[in-house]
């Protein structure tokens, strides 16, 4: 059980243009989900938590307004890149926190690796 | 906002020897202590995990200890072995579930 999943794995798109990234909880709801962003040999860098049905929080330094995320359902939420340049090129992973889960429980999804021509 | 910093960034130990990993929060409000172990390209995984109201967990060959009064705790890996290879990350969190994390480990099982 606690499967998270992402979709796309892998996308290559051009400067420009906007991705979409959807994380998933397969088998459990999850009133919260987080995004992250992980540089080659570096850390994951929390970007925003997302909370069903309401708007998401976002850490500093993040653009809220390149970086939209929608938590529509319990168990999908999205980010989208907006107008995504090279600099943007990275692994982003999605965390979900199941409903009824103890604190501080989170469940990783695989990872959606972004390339920026 | 919470700070976590993790050392060494890179260990190298032979087959059969210990591995330490250190992390130090900032955070007096952080009480959750996870340790992921994170391969090439893959999603980290979670090896051991520690509550604030807890000083030391053990898990088989893996351990971990937490000094809440010091803002640090230490991953203690013995007998490793050349699967351990891979790049370990700890985190801290909150009562709000944001996990921030360390700087990553990465380890080198020398067989």
């Known amino acids: 059980g606690a499967v998270v999943s992402q979709h796309p794995s892998w996308v290559i798109c051009k400067s420009g243009t906007s991705v979409k990234i959807e994380c998933r909880s397969l088998d459990f709801q999850a009133t919260t989900m987080f995004w992250y962003r992980q540089f080659p040999k570096q850390s994951l860098m929390l970007m925003a938590t997302s909370n069903e049905g309401s708007k998401a929080t976002y850490e500093q330094g993040v653009e809220k307004d390149k970086f939209l995320i929608n938590h529509a359902s319990l168990t999908l939420s999205t980010l989208t890149v907006t107008s995504a340049h090279p600099e943007d090129s990275s692994f982003y992973i999605c965390?979900?926190?199941?409903?009824?889960?103890?604190?501080?429980?989170?469940?990783f999804g695989p990872g959606t690796r972004l390339t920026v021509l | 906002g919470e700070n976590v910093e993790q050392h060494p960034s890179t260990l190298s130990v032979q087959e059969g020897d210990s591995a330490v990993i250190k992390c130090t929060y900032s955070?007096?409000?952080?009480?959750?202590f996870p340790w992921y172990k994170q391969e090439l390209g893959k999603r980290p995984q979670l090896i051991i995990d520690i509550r604030s109201n807890v000083g030391e967990k053990k898990d088989q060959r893996i351990a971990v200890t937490l000094n809440k009064t010091a803002k640090h705790f230490s991953l203690h890996i013995t007998e490793t072995q050349p699967e351990d290879s891979a790049v370990y990350f700890c985190?801290?969190?909150?009562?709000?579930?944001?996990?921030?994390f360390g700087t990553g480990t990465s380890l080198t099982v020398i067989p």
């Open positions: 955070d007096s409000a952080s009480n959750y």
């Open positions: 985190a801290a969190s909150n009562t709000g579930n944001q996990f921030y």
């Open positions: 965390s979900a926190s199941p409903v009824l889960a103890g604190d501080n429980e989170q469940f």
